[in-house]
């Protein structure tokens, strides 16, 4: 096609198509040629678009709001969770566990639980070979050494 003549289609487009272009366009068999090449592909292009709404039709995604209310209103658990009952009992639940764990770490504390050196739990290097003998003799030596353990701890 003519550089001429492609810029006017460019610019024009070939519904408004000046007296000049039509009688170059009847005259030219090239340029009629390429001018019904470029209506064809553009036709197939039109029929290829796809359509211009594309998704979910409207009100989707307030019908989908709805059913998942509905649906939840009637679970048995609802009032626990959709409740100014269940926020409360949360919130209480939660301070009554600070409250209790803040007790239980004090009173380890004060007992020495917490702080007491792993010492005194296991001492080290320390072994004691296993008690042989009569039944007699095995109950005299583990409350021997039960009673050694004692006053080493204090």
């Given at each position: 096609m003519h550089g001429s003549i492609r810029?006017?289609?460019?610019?024009?487009?070939?519904?408004?198509?000046?007296e000049e272009l039509r009688n170059h366009l009847s005259s030219c068999r090239e340029c009629s040629a390429e001018l019904n090449a470029m209506r064809t592909h553009s036709a197939i292009l039109q029929e290829l678009?796809?359509?211009?709404?594309?998704?979910?039709?409207?009100?989707?995604?307030a019908?989908?709001?709805q059913r998942i209310e509905e649906r939840a209103?009637?679970?048995?658990?609802?009032?626990?969770?959709?409740?100014?009952?269940?926020?409360?009992?949360?919130?209480?639940?939660?301070?009554l566990a600070v409250i209790l764990g803040s007790y239980v770490v004090a009173e380890e504390s004060r007992d020495g639980h917490?702080?007491?050196?792993?010492?005194?739990?296991?001492?080290?290097?320390?072994?004691?070979?296993?008690?042989?003998?009569?039944?007699?003799?095995?109950?005299?030596?583990?409350l021997e050494n039960f009673a050694s353990e004692q006053g080493s701890i204090r």
């Open positions: 810029d006017e289609l460019i610019r024009d487009g070939w519904d408004k198509n000046s678009r796809a359509p211009e709404e594309v998704g979910p039709a409207a009100g989707f995604y019908r989908v709001i209103k009637q679970s048995i658990w609802a009032v626990f969770i959709y409740s100014p009952f269940a926020k409360r009992l949360t919130y209480a639940s939660f301070a917490l702080t007491a050196p792993p010492t005194m739990v296991a001492r080290q290097g320390h072994y004691d070979p296993p008690v042989v003998g009569s039944i007699a003799q095995q109950r005299d030596a583990v």
